[in-house]
Each structure stands twice: as C-alpha cells, then as structure tokens.
C-alpha cells in the first residue's frame, strides 16, 4: 500500500460517486488517527477499555508500540476496503454506460448498413452486447486493446490489486499507486468513455500501440 498523499487535492470534476467514496474515507481516516492520538495519551487505559481495544491490558512500557501497530493495521484495512469500494462504484458506473453505448452502436448500425452491404443478415453479432464483457478487464480490452499506454497500464494496475484484495492476497503484488491516484485514473476513464478525452487518448492509442 502506497501511503495517500493528502497535500495534493482531488481534481474539482472528479465524479460524484467516486468523490462520496473518497470523502467517507477522509472521516473514517480522521477518526481513527484521532482514536490513535487519544490511545496513546490515555494513561489510565480507561479510553482503552472503553472502545474495546484488544490490548487494553497491555503493560504500560509497551502500549505505545502496541498501539501504533494497532491503528497502522486499521488504516491499512481502511485502505483496502475503500479501494475494493471505489474500484465496485467505478464498475457499476461503467457497466451502466456500457449497457447504454451497446444499444445505441445497434441502433446506429441497424440504421446505417443496408441490405446491400456484406453479412447484412448477421451484422448484429458484430456488435457486443454488455454480456460479452463480463468484468473490468474486459472494458480495458475494449477501450485499448493491447496498448499499453500509461492509462491503461494503469488501470491494470488497479484491476490486478483489487483482484488481490479480493482473493485474501493469496496473488499478486501490491500497488505502487496511492488512493487520489487510482480515483484520479478512474475518473478520467469516465471521462474518456464520455467522450471528453476519448480524442486525444485515440491518437495516443494508435501511435503506441
């Protein structure tokens, strides 16, 4: 896990959905780092015992230490589950507008590829359907094929970590990008698949790949 880099702000267009996730994460964050701060200064270990600290009756000489591992072990959980939860958000969203871009190639093709033209009768299954992409890595095949341009490295990146996450770790490697990075690359693949960067990530596609 690549520590977060607050001092950088999220871009002001980030998507709302993928913003929320981001912003829950900041307080669940903020609130654990202040439960550690209080941990730490709780002499008595009454605060311990209250919020059911595991090692509440640890020694006195020890707590601190303990108590750093602790909470380190938590943020990295939060870590974890926000991004599995940002990574699903993004899903959902894209899969969405899969459905929608699907249904209008077909109404565009139907319109436009007359009788006369060649396997009029079975052009349709040059199209796919939202159930011939099944997962993520699917949709990156679509948009780049084998390119391996930085986005697209990228959100491969963020695929195979949240693959590892989601199998206990038993595969892969951890990600070298930080949480503002991967909502950053997200956020601009739905911009991308929206049309409003897809120009310019086209050119870059066909002159690396």
């Known amino acids: 896990m690549k520590k977060s880099d607050f001092s950088r702000p999220l871009r002001v267009t980030m998507n709302k959905d993928l913003k929320k996730c981001y912003e829950d994460y900041l307080v669940l964050k903020n609130i654990c780092e202040k439960a550690r701060q209080r941990a730490i200064s709780d002499g008595s270990g009454k605060y311990l015992f209250d919020i059911g600290f595991p090692h509440a009756a640890e020694k006195a000489k020890n707590r601190k230490k303990v108590i750093g591992e602790y909470f380190e072990e938590i943020q990295e959980k939060l870590f974890e589950s926000n991004f599995l939860k940002i990574v699903a958000v993004f899903e959902k969203i894209v899969f969405k507008k899969l459905g929608n871009a699907a249904g209008e190639a077909e109404k565009v093709l139907n319109k436009n590829y007359g009788r006369s033209h060649p396997f009029h009768s079975s052009i349709r299954r040059f199209v796919r359907s939202p159930s011939d ?75 690396l790949g």
């Open 133 to 207: 992409v099944n997962n993520l890595r699917g949709v990156r095949d679509i948009m780049y094929g084998e390119s391996n341009i930085p986005l697209a490295a990228k959100l491969g990146e963020i695929i195979n970590y949240r693959n590892r996450l989601a199998h206990g770790k038993r595969f892969g490697q951890e990600t070298t990008l930080t949480l503002e990075e991967s909502l950053s690359v997200l956020n601009e693949i739905l911009e991308t698949i929206d049309g409003e960067l897809g120009e310019s990530n086209l050119q870059n596609c066909s002159t």
